[in-house]
């Protein structure tokens, strides 16, 4: 791949080394990270990146036979294959939730015995996927302790399918606010830890709520639950200063974001709104990809009656139903048109917007990412 003149996207990725893809669920967001992270490569980095994708479709992308939560290189011959020059490397993995959460506990256990009463939890192990938005916050632990490690110019995150692009955003600030609520506090509390038998040291309300939790989730449970709180209070000091760095490292100037959206309206309203909530967080979105984007063909379905004497008698009938699909393609085509026209206006000159059209087949190889790459960086 030849970089030719500097476009604004080879700026950002020559310019920041860490470029986080967000956006709503089911917009390309694991298809572009991986086209961005090649295109770094093919600028001469070291780059990797690292999807939370659990269709695994970036492996088969990168010639890789299986992704984990250890980097693999993409075979250099491979990049060689597909077009990109020599200079770069490529490294892909796949965050594992459990495995990072595991790693923090054993960085902050204050102790060999708090670290294994952690894990061998079983509130722990059955919830620890799950509890306090985990797979969002640890996509940011995994970014910072990826960042920290060094070894790569270039970091590309694509972050979790959520509901909402900005839930990873706040993340760190929910795990801090998550750690000095009063519901953990609560659970801190001896005499629930005790159970039954620490009964009569509990105020009658505080009684009347640990009984019902009982009935309600068995006391087993309860208890499993306390004890995973009593030996995780100890990390609850590295955790807030690990969310903070993590904060830090979101708003410096390194780290830039690139919201992936389509034309469909609903996500357009949210990537405005997602631009919005950056802008007050002091953060920088770096650009804004528009991917699935219908081509306007620049016609109309009207046929003349020369256009029709054309038409051979046996293939006649079918000229209504294609004649009124290529409108129907039109319509959809200029209101994407229409749609990008007014995010181009809100955005302003210095958030570059690109677009990848609709294309008929999936990207499911490096020859896929390289086609997208022709159209985000031309």
Known sequence: MTPGSATPLD???????????????GVGKTTVSAALALRGAGLGRKVLVCTIDPARRLANAMGIARLGDRERRVPPERLTAAGVLPGGALWAMMLDTKRTFDRLVERYAPDPASRDRILANGFYQNLSNQVMGSQEYMAMEKLYELREEGGYDQIVLDTPPTKHALDFLSASRRMSEFLDGSVVKWFLRPSI???????QAVRRGTRAVAEALDRLLGLSFIKDLSE??????????????????????LGSAETAFVLVTSPAPWTLAEADYFRGRLTERGMSLGAVVVNRVRADY?????????????????????????V????????????????LAALRERAGPEVPVATVPDFPTDVHDLEGLMRINAHLFR
């Open 228 to 249: 995973f709180f009593q030996a995780f209070e100890g990390l609850f000091d590295g955790f807030r200063e690990r969310a903070r760095r993590v904060e830090e490292v």
């Open 11 to 25: 700026a950002l990725l020559a310019d920041r080394r860490v470029v986080v893809c967000c956006g709503s669920g």
């Open 324 to 339: 009124a699909s290529l409108e129907a393609h039109q319509a959809l085509a200029r209101g994407d048109a229409r749609r």
């Open 193 to 199: 830890l005790a159970g039954r038998a620490g009964a």
């Open 298 to 322: 620049g016609v109309n379905g009207t046929l003349s009656a020369a256009d029709l004497a054309r038409v051979p008698a046996q293939l006649a009938p079918l000229v209504p139903p294609l």
